[in-house]
């Protein structure tokens, strides 16, 4: 029987300084303000820490409606509308650049070559 007790206040104990830091270090409390719930926590043996863990402490962020984020940098589609927007730009800008290489390599016809070119094809008419 004195094992119980000893293992009941252990339980309590430890009950009691998860409840005290837990209250403490929430940025917000529900139901009381939170001098309250640390005079519950440690006046009432076993319940208060009990009545902290239901109904005082906050709302985990798992259960809370999700916000939108604050900066665009934070938001997962204006990041995709970025890249493909900044795809975009880059695709046409390399289109652009790869017709002003093509245009750059190809020879310009020397003035004798186009004359004799001419000639050639004056010789073949009938």
Do not use: C
């Not at 650049?97 to 004798?112: D, G, L, T």
């Amino acid at each position: 029987m004195v094992r119980l007790f000893i293992f009941l206040a252990a339980v309590a104990l430890v009950l009691l300084i998860l409840a005290l830091i837990s209250s403490l270090a929430a940025e917000r409390v529900r139901n009381m303000p939170r001098f309250a719930w640390v005079l519950v926590i440690l006046l009432i043996p076993i319940a208060g820490p009990i009545a902290w863990f239901l109904s005082g402490r906050p709302v985990s962020r798992a259960h809370r409606p999700s916000r939108r984020p604050a900066a665009p940098d934070d938001d997962p589609d204006f990041l995709r509308s970025m890249d493909s927007e900044q795809s975009r730009r880059d695709r046409e800008l390399l289109n652009q650049w790869e017709r002003e290489m093509r245009h750059s390599e190809e020879p310009e016809p020397s003035p004798e070559t186009h004359d004799e070119q001419h000639d050639q094809q004056d010789r073949d008419r009938p």
